[in-house]
């Protein structure tokens, strides 16, 4: 006979069968995301974002190259995000869209093509042609890296918000905040922007209530996949 549990979302390594007064009981361990705090973690992002800057510098290089010959605008894009706990930081990356992106968006609204409380149009007019070759493999979020090498953001984590979004988080949902954001993580392997809102929730908030190094390390293997294959990726 085999008993099933009315628990979801939960890791397995979180669930342990204990007897209590000869009973067999379901007991679920604490959420782990404060353990991702720790200093390995942080090490890890460390060393791992150094190593990664020095094997890509070329590529930023090229990439930066061709931005400024597109049409001459500025190479990064600065934008205000919301990073653990709630602290705002500076989110870098390679601009892949006209220089008045932000200024046109409003006029954009009406067709925007998720739900919730996310912006993205498959064919936004506001990209431009480099931006559109970069976005496809996630080269536009290289100078991340920089803001994993500062403490800011994490290898591995939730996608980092913009705080218009987190203002209209439900409760529950700011559990995002409670590790760092990430450059990857459960949204980015598994279908990225073709996700609705409430998947990327849902996935988002399995990883930081589970949340392990084996994980970190599964997530940014599955990582390379995605790049190479880069299915909802606009």
Partial sequence: MIVVPALTDIAAERLHVRPVAGMPLVHVEAPTAQRS????????????????????????????????????????????????????????????????????????ASHNDTDGVLFKMKSDPRVTTVGAHIRRFSLDELPQLFNVLRGEMSLVGPRPALPAEVSRYEHHVLRRLDVRPGMTGLWQVSGRSDLSWSDTVRLDLYYVDNWSMVRDLNILLRTLKAVLQPLGAY
């Fill in 37 to 108: 705090a720790r200093w390995f973690k942080r090490a890890f992002d460390l060393v791992g974002s150094i190593f990664l800057i020095v094997v890509f510098s070329p590529v930023m290089l090229l990439v930066a190259a061709s931005i400024k010959l597109c049409d001459a605008g500025p190479v990064l894009f600065r934008q205000v995000r919301v990073g653990i706990k709630g602290e705002l930081f500076s989110c870098f990356k390679f601009r892949s869209m006209c220089v008045d992106a932000e200024a046109r968006r409003v006029g954009l």
